[in-house]
């Protein structure tokens, strides 16, 4: 199954608003990471937050973590039509396998 | 520097034909991915290596699929024979590891491939 799962499925904003996505996970994980799909492209690493971090930023991209609740979420505040595509989160266990394992995704749409 | 190179960009193929797709990933990056992505299954690890050595091969499907990586800078993935359910956009990644963590990943444009 799936190791993180990200929510909602699908988001549509106006351009100018912020856009929250939310992910969850089930094992402990040594890092999470988030990435951009533009459709029919691969996927781009936007920003990586290690277990011991509980917040970062990168440009308008604001990343927090709670390994109480085993969560991460990611704001990117005053969107734009550009940052429309599909968003992943992915995580490293801190045992055994330890490739990536990538959530389904959330669709954002940012309308003009 | 040119990022993961993948190739071919597209494939049309009939079924019970091979297949093989090809990675040339970015020049000092120790490991080596090659994921799946369909709208059914979403974005499924196959296999990948760690300085050209298979670490984790649990997501090839079935026997038919095979990946090398014969050096650092190429790898293939190899479908023989291909069925309809292998259509989908395969993508390589490549990344730095240390110490069984494996920092950001860099993706190609992927290969999408369609078996008739």
């Known amino acids: 199954s799936q190791q993180g799962e990200e929510d909602p499925q699908a988001l549509s904003i106006q351009e100018g608003e912020n856009a929250t996505m939310n992910c969850s996970y089930k094992t402990s994980i040594n890092n999470l990471q988030w990435y951009r799909q533009n459709s029919g492209r691969g996927l781009v690493h936007l920003i990586l937050i290690r277990s011991n971090e509980r917040e970062k930023h990168s440009g308008r991209l604001r990343v927090t973590l709670d390994t109480s609740k085993k969560s991460s979420s990611l704001l990117i505040t005053a969107s734009r039509a550009a940052d429309t595509a599909s968003y992943f989160c992915a995580t490293q266990g801190d045992t055994g396998r330890r490739a990536l394992t990538f959530g389904s995704g959330t669709r954002l749409q940012v309308q003009p | ?116």
Not at chain 2, 16 to 35: A, D
Not at chain 2, 107 to 115: I, K
Request: proline letters at 7%.
């Open chain 2, 1 to 116: 520097d040119a990022g993961v190179i993948q190739s071919p960009r597209h494939e049309v193929t009939e079924m019970g034909q091979e297949v093989t797709l090809r990675c040339k990933p970015i020049s000092g990056h120790n490991s080596l991915f090659w994921y799946r992505q369909t709208m059914m299954r979403g974005l499924e690890l196959l296999i990948y290596f760690n300085n050209n050595v298979p670490i984790d091969d649990s997501g090839m499907p079935e026997d038919r699929f095979s990946a090398k990586m014969p050096n650092a800078s190429f790898s293939t993935l190899k479908i023989q024979p291909s069925e309809p359910r292998d259509s989908a956009v395969y993508f390589c990644a490549s990344s730095l590891s240390f110490d069984f963590i494996t920092y950001e990943q860099y993706f190609g444009p992927g290969t999408r491939l369609t078996v008739t």
